[in-house]
């Protein structure tokens, strides 16, 4: 059974630009949410998707973005970028229901120089 | 707003030794918690999920186990080996605010 998949595992950008990065829920998950994960705040909250619409977001600036499909691939967009948003970004999913826990993917290292 | 904290920072065991690991959390209306282990640059592996109705859950050598009312759970790790060097996570579900809410961690390092 395939588990969370995001791609891609590593970029480098540069101030200034845009990015966006994709997540694969494993199958016949719906859920899916988005952390950012940085030495100094630990693991933060971005957002959560569920059948293709956000039903939480946590409390970044409107530069960070995200989206859900309909086969459930779900993916999140930072403009903009600044020094900071340097962090390794994960992408968990989990079933229709509450009680089956999340499931986290590799995640994404993100560098911004 | 939920917070959690988790103690020690970091641990140092030398191999064979049983140990303990806590997390507390300041709202306890959760739904449940998960401990999670995460290797240096990866992704978050979950060990145990423990329902709010529930005291505790075990796997293989780990045991967790949860007291909603005082706002604890522990981590409970038998005859470390140095393979179970890695950080710690707990993180609190709650229904309402539907995302997890994670504590900094507890860095262990078992040494052989």
Known sequence: KAGVTQTPRYLIKTRGQQVTLSCSPISGHRSVSWYQQTPGQGLQFLFEYFSETQRNKGNFPGRFSGRQFSNSRSEMNVSTLELGDSALYLCASSRERDDYGYTFGSGTRLTVV | ?112
């Open chain 2, 1 to 112: 707003k939920q917070e959690v904290t988790q103690i020690p920072a970091a641990l140092s065991v030398p191999e064979g030794e049983n140990l303990v690991l806590n997390c507390s959390f300041t709202d306890s209306a959760i739904y449940n918690l998960q401990w999670f282990r995460q290797d240096p640059g990866k992704g978050l592996t979950s060990l145990l999920l423990i329902q709010s109705s529930q005291r505790e859950q075990t796997s293989g050598r780990l045991n967790a186990s949860l007291d909603k009312s005082s706002g604890r759970s522990t981590l409970y790790i038998a005859a470390s080996q140095p393979g179970d060097s890695a950080t710690y996570l707990c993180a609190v579900f709650s229904g309402s605010a539907r995302q997890l809410t994670f504590g900094s961690g507890t860095q262990l390092t078992v040494l052989p």
